[in-house]
């Protein structure tokens, strides 16, 4: 079973193009993947995330926001594979 890795955005988030592009450069190598939601037009997920875009999930849990580290998203996934 692949896991899905989401990346809440917003329209014109240059931190979010950063996570959506180091997302997809791993990828490949991770085996995983990406499901990209837009905020905009959301009230609960603006609520919710507003403030902290780009928001990473694995599987349904919360990762990280702002940015993606590569070396601590590997763990993460590492981690969640373990327990599948």
Same mark, same amino acid.
């Not at 995330?49 to 919360?62: A, K, R």
């Given at each position: 079973m692949r896991n899905i890795v989401t990346l809440f955005t917003r329209q014109g988030c240059h931190l979010c193009e950063i996570a959506e592009d180091l997302l997809i450069e791993m990828q490949v190598e991770l085996d995983f993947d990406i499901e990209k939601r837009f905020i905009e037009g959301? /009230?609960?997920?603006?609520?919710?995330?507003?403030?902290?875009?780009? @928001?990473?999930?694995?599987?349904?849990?919360?990762?990280?926001?702002?940015? @993606?580290?590569?070396?601590?998203?590997? /763990?993460s996934l590492a981690k969640r594979r373990q327990r599948q």
């Open positions: 959301d /009230a609960e997920l603006i609520e919710k995330y507003g403030d902290q875009i780009p @928001v990473i999930l694995i599987d349904g849990e919360h990762h990280d926001f702002w940015r @993606v580290d590569p070396e601590r998203f590997r /763990a």
